[in-house]
């Protein structure tokens, strides 16, 4: 994002707006702009003129839950500005609340003509991306409909259907064509002597299937209310660290977010649930990866999230195979999108499977839900999807045939297929990508912590001592297989994947820490991996680089190959504590905390790679989401790994 934006949301609803509250609908930016719901832009022109100008920033949009702004008429020096403007704006579930109010600085009568110039274009995220592709919509119609307190804008495509609905409260005095298929929704405004009136406006998306009866805000204040009760609902209950108070705000602004950061989705049921979504802006979606190691993190504090997040992809489970979404028999879904062109099949990921640790991730979770709860019902309840799923990492997924799960490029959908899933993050330490078949090793701590848990459901939940005892020899069996061939004797360190011959793919990353959280290395080799992990080349001051800096491959801006993502860190936290190397998971936590506290105690999903050493502050990454839930729960994490001190 773009420091001229501005983020508000609300579940699956989030607006992009600039600092004086205008959304322009500029398209290549490289960031949304407009208001969005379940992946399309139900607005994508919001713009207020005052007397037929645009306005100047007195006080830009700051963030938070409401923007506000105040804005006077252009003029100079010599003659101050007639009136005021207070703008007011909040993000509801499938709503956009605004509220302005004019206040006139004369001792006269003043007039003032103020105008909104609005459109929904409907353009589907994925069609703002910047990566140049045009999709058809072979029988597209828009149309709009003038109301007598406002305009609809409607949007048609075979079955498909959306509108957004914008009504005003005084009514405008006009509705003005602009023949660009905006619209200008027009006022008169007479102003007593220092006088103040307001007006209010209010915006209701209906995506496709939507079958809810939607209420519509009050007014951006009321907004703001319901989520400032929800947010401190949320936080109800939970013992912040009253000996570190940094980490404390980080855990308290973590779970602030996580409380708006939950997306609807359905069980197996049919039931209604709220799961976390990726992040804002572009992945307000249920990502199973996602949303997963959220609900870890956040298990100890706030277990309803696994206990909604387990159903949900329980619910969208692959039962049978498909090539193009990569869906096969246990394997737990990827993304979930409601676009339409994931409706039309234009994008893959209406339901996607291009994820190789999803499903061992979600037995992890099961597991964890039990043991750190006692509460077995869902274990109960979810047998049949935990045996599906250890099914796909057995067969499907390459553990009996390979011995490693294993993935390959999906052409259109996702390169790689574990968490550092951008093109080339994984390489060499030269930079060069492998080919063919890639065994990450990440994924395979994960495998080997999903067979142990699952194991223990076996033997305690599901009373079938049989399985249970074929699984812990299966895991048994992948960690000693894993350090023989993963480990690097002439860098004391494990490889970052296998290529399909068996190779090692020798760039030194932060996964290896990854395998301390699953427990995959014996004892002295993850002494020696957590200590390395400390040294200077992959240490920033910020946190672990994704690479450690000196590698040929090494770019302290790329995505994942040399950044420091929280998220990443929070578990190597984990790992370091679970090896009883306390002053290094201190160190990390302290840096991650030290990172928030210097940006308004929030973690973005990612920083640059840049040292502490030569830089201050930690410098952000361009085309990160600024509000992430894995890096909202991450503070819960590091909370559970050093405690308060």
């Known amino acids: 994002m773009t420091d001229r934006h501005h983020l508000l949301v609300h579940g699956a609803t989030f607006a992009a707006v600039g600092d004086r509250g205008d959304i322009s609908g500029v398209r290549g930016s490289g960031s949304p702009d407009g208001l969005f719901v379940r992946d399309a832009r139900h607005l994508s022109r919001w713009q207020l003129t005052v007397d037929g100008a645009v306005p100047e920033v007195l006080t830009p949009v700051t963030d938070g839950d409401a923007a506000c702004c105040v804005l006077v008429p252009r003029g100079g020096r010599q003659e101050p500005p007639a009136h005021t403007l207070f703008r007011q704006q909040a993000v509801g579930d499938s709503s956009f609340a605004e509220s302005l109010r004019v206040t006139s600085n004369r001792p006269v009568p003043t007039t003032v003509r103020l105008a909104i110039t609005a459109d929904a274009d409907f353009t589907d995220q994925f069609e703002l991306r910047c990566d140049h592709r045009t999709y058809a919509k072979p029988g597209a119609v828009r149309s709009r409909e003038v109301l007598d307190d406002g305009i609809e804008f409607t949007y048609r495509r075979a079955e498909w259907q959306s509108r957004t609905t914008i009504t005003a409260d005084p009514p405008p005095d006009a509705v003005e064509e602009t023949g660009t298929g905006a619209r200008r929704l027009v006022w008169t405004l007479d102003l007593a002597p220092h006088g103040t009136t307001e007006l209010v406006l209010r915006v209701m998306a209906r995506p496709h299937g939507e079958k809810r009866a939607l209420r519509v805000p009050r007014d951006p204040a009321a907004v703001h209310e319901q989520l400032r009760a929800r947010e401190g609902e949320f936080a109800e209950g939970v013992a912040f660290p009253t000996g570190w108070p940094e980490l404390a705000a980080a855990c308290e602004r973590g779970l602030a977010d996580l409380a708006v950061l939950q997306v609807p989705a359905r069980g ?26 959220t609900s870890l993190f956040a298990l100890p504090y706030r277990p309803e999230l696994a206990a909604a997040t387990l159903p949900a992809l329980a619910a969208t489970q692959a039962t049978g195979s498909s090539p193009s979404p990569l869906a096969q028999p246990g394997k737990i879904v990827h993304e979930v999108r409601h ?141 000693d297989r894993f350090q023989r061939d993963f480990w690097m004797p002439e860098h004391s360190f494990p490889a970052l994947a296998l290529d399909g011959e068996g190779r090692r793919i020798d760039a030194l990353a932060s996964d290896a820490g990854h395998l301390l959280w699953s427990g995959l290395l014996d004892k002295e080799y993850g002494e020696v991996v957590g200590r390395r992990l400390l040294e200077p080349d992959f240490f920033s001051g910020w946190g672990v680089r994704t690479l450690a800096a000196g590698q040929a491959a090494y770019h302290p801006l790329s995505y994942h190959r040399g950044s420091v993502w929280p998220h990443d860190n929070a578990l190597i936290t984990l790992g370091l504590a679970r090896y009883g190397l306390h002053d290094e998971a201190r160190a990390v936590a302290r840096s991650l905390v030290d990172a928030a506290t210097v940006a308004g105690c929030r973690l973005p999903e990612v920083l640059a790679g840049y040292g502490r050493d030569t830089h201050p502050e930690p410098v952000p990454c361009p085309h990160a989401c600024v509000r992430e839930a894995r890096s909202a729960a991450a503070p819960l994490a590091l909370l559970t790994a050093v405690g308060g001190a």
């Not at 039931?271 to 997963?292: N, S, T």
């Not at 250890?390 to 490029?409: Q, S």
Request: aromatic share 10%.
């Open 268 to 293: 197996p049921d049919g039931e209604a649930l709220r799961v976390p979504a990726g992040g804002a802006p572009w992945f307000l979606a249920l990502l199973a990866r996602d949303a997963l190691l």
């Open 339 to 479: 676009g339409e062109l994931a409706h039309f099949g234009q994008v893959p990921f209406r339901r996607y499977y291009g994820s190789v640790d999803a499903t061992p991730l979600f037995l992890i979770l099961l597991g964890a839900y039990v043991e750190q709860t006692g509460d077995t019902g869902p274990a109960a309840r979810l047998e049949p999807h935990a045996r599906a799923a250890v099914g796909w990492m057995l067969d499907h997924g390459g553990l009996t045939t390979r011995g490693y799960l294993v993935y390959r490029a999906d052409e259109g959908g996702l390169a790689n297929q574990n968490w550092k899933d951008s093109p080339g993050a994984i390489c060499c330490a030269d930079g060069t990508r492998p080919t063919g078949a890639v065994m990450a090793a990440g994924a395979q701590g994960y495998a080997y912590d999903a067979l142990r848990r699952t194991a223990w459901l076996a033997r305690t939940v599901w009373g079938d001592e049989t399985y249970g005892a074929l699984l812990e020899q299966a895991a048994a069996d992948l960690r």
